[in-house]
Every structure is written in structure tokens, then in C-alpha cells.
């Protein structure tokens, strides 16, 4: 069982970090994974892309080309891979950024105001972390256990206040109805 | 046992270089092979080791040349337009016949290129990196993992041969993160009593020098120097084989280019064709044995990879030009696709039954 999952958006929105921590939450429930970040002349403000495989046996290309799992948080990622999605796949959009929905019929698609919910939560930056939360929901390759020992992995140490606010932006995605 | 970390092939060679004992890092930033760099900036003034910005990379290698001509563990890293600057330094680390270490995160060119991914340094890697009759050691690795154990491996065949060894990597590799367990391992002794370390008053003087100006004595070098190849090509050469037992069709490829055509064997395999991957390890010396090998069964070679086509004349010279070898191949950048390799073996499985 392989789950490619291609998180999108814009840079600053903390699509390297968000594809970081499912790759380490899934590390470290023993499923092979990898990590490849779009890199080169992206900077705040301009496209990022992240690719994270999950699988139970080695990792082949870490290039996602087919994604199971299309995280979109920005209407031009919507516009660029939502028709790559394989059949039955889950696209989980941002809609407070993206005002239309999502076209495919033969996916799960959910729209969650990641972005306006971060405002309302006072913790504006982790609108990618409500969406991380979102996909523990729907996707079965991640769990919801152990989140905190995930998160004390790619959180800063020097930033340890961010720890609780970063998993209760994951919890309130999680919660999210729609 | 260490922990099992995530992290990005630029920063597991860094640190696998490191836990090999090098302590003298010379660099000039370029991406993106950028992160091995500030991971030593980082690292080595906490271990009393020298990480030096260099003005260039002439200057970086040179500082390498002079660091090597100590019997210390020096090594630098760049990507390709920064590589070719080095190629001087490389020719005169071969004339001394200095260890090193060279890393090359390749991207795309010819010129100054682009920034994304690219194998298409090959022939520069395997045939001519500097003027005169030389070779390098040539590693390339196709996970995060082996990028740190190609790192230890290369510091340890560049003192045991007196060569330069090479880590053959693309963009993609230096970027990606995966789990990578990284540990010292067993220090071995090299005996080097060509370095300079001082005499202290009582040995002669050591030279290491690349200028010989009596062609006879220059001629003695090369014949001597190439005495030392053989030994390496008999010995060191390595490639992993994946389902080439029964394969009709064998894909060639390393680094990226073999994750890739891995996903499209599987998926052929689904299919009923028998295909398989040899994915060379030794770039130099190219695992000549083992494609030779496969030629007795397989019918048809393809080699896929991130250039115009560069290792496919090794494949096809391996075994003599005894099976026809098709390209697969995309460049400046562009990786192929799983599906685009997984046609070409449509293809060929096609050509077996025509």
C-alpha cells in the first residue's frame, strides 16, 4: 500500500513544513517515506509544492506524479493538479483562498476555511496545520496517535510554545464538519 | 544503534563526511547542493574543524589540493557550472596522486543551465574532468541513505588508491528527505608516508608535486598511475540487481533515474513482461561485469537517464554492442516520468515478439 500525497500552495503558507511533519508522522509509524520539496527560485509569495510518499515497502520515484491525496491552498494548484488526481483519491482545498469547488466527481473532495479559521483561532500561520489535521481525518495513512512526539520532531526547541499551537490547529482540523 | 532521522542528501553527506573524520570542508554556495554547505558551516567550528567559505571554487579546490597533500581528510562540493571551475584542481589532485573528496549535485546545463535536477555531468564525471590521462572514482546514489554511505565509502577508497573520489548526485537526491540512520564507521588506518607532516629532522624531504619535465619520468607516472585503475576496476566495481534473474528486457539506470524506472518494472512486471533494473553504484569504474552478464539472457537494454544520453555508451561497450539499447530519456531538468519509462518497455517487450 502506497499514499502520494502532494501538498500545493503558495510560498510562506508552510507547505515544506506541514509535508515534513506527515513524513515524520509516518516514519515513526514504521511506513517508508519520502520527501522531496520543489525548490529553486520560490520564495514567500510564489508556488511551493511538496511530495510525501507513504508506503509499506521501499519508496521507488519520490517524485509524485499521480497523487493520491492533493492538498490545495491556492486556486492556481487547484487549477494545476486537480485533474492528476487518481480516481477515488481525496483533494482537500482551502476555501477561504479558493472560491470555486472542486470539478472532479470521481474524488473526495472537502473544502474546509483552513486560513479563516487560523484567524479566528488567533494562530494565523497554521492554517496548513488545520488542513494537516483535516487529512488525518480522511486519510488512512496517517493516524491520529502520538501527534505530539511528531511534532516535537520538526518543531524548533527554541520554539517550543509552538508545539501546543500547532496541535490545536491538527485538532481543529480534525474536528472540522463539512 | 542511532536514531533513525529524516533529513535531506545534501545534509547526510555532510554529516556522514564528518562521522568519516573529515574535518576541512571547503565550499563556494551554489544550488542545490547549497545545504551541505551551511550544514558544515554549522557543524565543523563546534568540532574544531575547518569549514571555509572559499572566494571561488578554483580557490576551494586548491585549498582541498593543499589540505589532501597533508594526509587529511579534505573534501568540497558544488554543482555543475561550479564543478567544471574545478576541473584544474581535479586534473593536478590526479597528477599528485592525492585523496579527496569532490561532490557534484548535478543540474541541469550545458552553461549556466538551470537549477533543476540533472545526470547530464556524466561524461564530464567518467571521462574527462581536467586535462591529461586520469580517472576518478565515480559514486552514485539513489537514496538518502546511500548518500552517506557512498560519502564514508569514497573517503575510504580515495586514501586506499591515492584518487579522488566523486559523489555523482542530482538535484533531486541533495533535496529529498527521507529516514537515514548514520553511524561512524570502524576507522581504518591508511598509511601515508607520501604526506607532508614535516620531518622533523629526520626523513627526507616529501614532494608532492604534479610537474615532471623529462617525459620519461612523466611517462612513469601515467603508466603507474594506470596500473593502479586496473586494480580498482577488478575490485571495486558495484550495481545493484533488481528481477534480472529471468529478464527478457534489463533497464539501466542510477541515482533518480532508477527510482523512477523501479516504479515502471513493478507495474511491467503486473503486466507479465519480464524486466528488470541493473542500477550502476560505480559510475567509474562502470560495473562492466554484471551488464555483460545479463546480456547472456536479455534481449534488449534500455538505458534511461537525465541527459541527452551519456551512459548508454558504457552499456552498449560493456557487452560489446551485443543487444540493441534504446534511450529513455528527458534533460535540462526534466525527470522522466514512470509511465514514459514503463512505454519504452512496452515497446521493447513488443520488439521481442515481432
Known amino acids: 500500500m502506497t499514499t502520494q500525497i502532494l501538498i500545493t500552495g503558495f510560498g510562506g503558507q508552510g507547505i515544506l513544513f506541514s509535508g515534513k511533519f506527515l513524513a515524520y508522522k509516518a516514519m515513526m509509524e514504521g511506513s517508508q517515506v519520502s520527501w522531496l520539496p520543489s525548490y529553486g527560485p520560490e520564495m514567500r509569495g510564489g508556488t511551493a509544492s511538496c511530495s510525501v510518499i507513504v508506503s509499506d515497502s521501499a519508496v521507488g520515484s519520490p517524485i509524485v506524479t499521480r497523487p493520491d491525496v492533493l492538498i490545495a491552498m491556492n486556486l492556481p494548484s487547484l487549477d494545476r493538479y486537480e485533474s492528476a488526481v487518481v480516481p477515488g483519491g481525496i483533494i482537500i482545498a482551502d476555501s477561504t483562498l479558493i472560491e470555486r469547488g472542486v470539478n472532479r466527481a470521481d474524488v473526495r473532495a472537502f473544502r474546509i476555511p483552513a486560513t479563516q479559521m487560523a484567524a479566528d483561532e488567533g494562530i494565523t500561520t497554521l492554517a496548513n496545520m488545520i488542513i494537516v489535521g483535516k487529512l488525518i481525518r480522511e486519510c488512512d495513512a496517517i493516524s491520529y496517535d502520538n501527534l505530539d512526539e511528531a511534532l516535537a520532531k520538526v518543531v524548533s526547541a527554541r520554539h517550543k510554545e509552538m508545539l501546543d499551537l500547532n496541535r490545536r490547529a491538527i485538532d481543529v482540523g480534525y474536528q472540522y464538519e463539512g | ?354
Not at chain 2, 512486471?269 to 552478464?293: M, N, S
Request: charged fraction near 20%; charge should be negative.
Open chain 2, 1 to 354: 544503534m542511532a536514531e533513525k532521522v529524516l533529513m535531506k542528501g545534501n545534509e547526510a553527506i555532510a554529516e556522514a563526511a564528518i562521522l568519516a573524520g573529515c574535518r576541512h570542508y571547503f565550499g563556494y554556495p551554489i544550488t542545490p547542493q547549497t545545504e551541505v554547505a551551511a550544514y558544515m558551516a554549522k557543524r565543523m567550528p563546534k568540532i574544531g574543524g575547518t569549514f571555509l567559505q572559499a572566494e571561488s571554487e578554483l580557490a576551494a579546490i586548491n585549498m582541498v589540493i593543499g589540505v589532501a597533500s597533508t594526509g587529511k581528510r579534505a573534501m568540497t562540493s558544488s554543482s555543475s557550472p561550479g564543478i567544471s571551475l574545478k576541473c584544474e584542481g581535479l586534473s593536478y589532485l590526479a597528477g599528485c596522486d592525492l585523496p579527496a573528496l569532490v561532490v557534484n549535485v548535478e543540474r541541469g546545463g550545458p552553461g549556466l543551465g538551470g537549477i533543476q535536477p540533472s545526470q547530464s555531468d556524466y561524461f564530464q564525471a567518467t571521462r574527462g574532468s581536467g586535462h591529461g590521462d586520469f580517472h576518478m572514482i565515480v559514486l552514485a546514489p539513489a537514496s538518502v541513505q546511500e548518500m552517506a554511505a557512498l560519502t564514508m565509502k569514497g573517503f575510504d577508497l580515495a586514501d586506499k588508491y591515492r584518487m579522488t573520489s566523486m559523489i555523482l548526485a542530482d538535484g533531486t537526491m541533495g533535496q529529498m528527505m527521507e529516514p537515514v540512520v548514520l553511524e561512524a564507521p570502524e576507522p581504518v588506518v591508511y598509511e601515508k608516508p607520501w604526506a607532508l607532516t614535516g620531518t622533523d629532522g629526520k626523513r627526507p624531504h616529501n614532494i608532492v608535486n604534479s610537474l615532471y619535465l623529462v617525459p620519461e619520468d612523466l611517462e612513469r607516472t601515467n603508466f603507474a598511475r594506470y596500473e593502479r585503475y586496473r586494480t580498482v576496476e577488478e575490485n571495486e566495481a558495484a550495481a545493484e540487481s533488481f528481477m534480472t534473474e529471468d529478464a527478457d528486457i534489463v533497464v539501466v539506470a542510477f541515482g533518480i533515474a532508477a527510482r523512477v524506472s523501479k516504479n515502471a518494472i513493478l507495474a511491467a512486471r503486473e503486466k507479465g513482461i519480464r524486466v528488470g533494473l541493473i542500477r550502476p553504484i560505480t559510475l567509474w569504474p562502470f560495473p562492466k561485469a554484471v551488464i555483460a552478464g545479463a546480456a547472456s539472457h536479455a534481449k534488449r537494454f534500455i538505458s534511461v537517464e537525465l541527459s541527452m544520453g551519456q551512459m548508454i555508451e558504457d552499456v552498449r561497450l560493456a557487452m560489446d554492442c551485443a543487444r540493441p539499447v534504446t534511450l529513455v530519456n528527458r534533460a535540462g531538468g526534466m525527470i522522466p516520468s514512470p509511465d514514459e519509462v514503463l512505454a519504452a518497455i512496452e515497446t521493447a517487450q513488443g520488439g521481442l515478439k515481432a
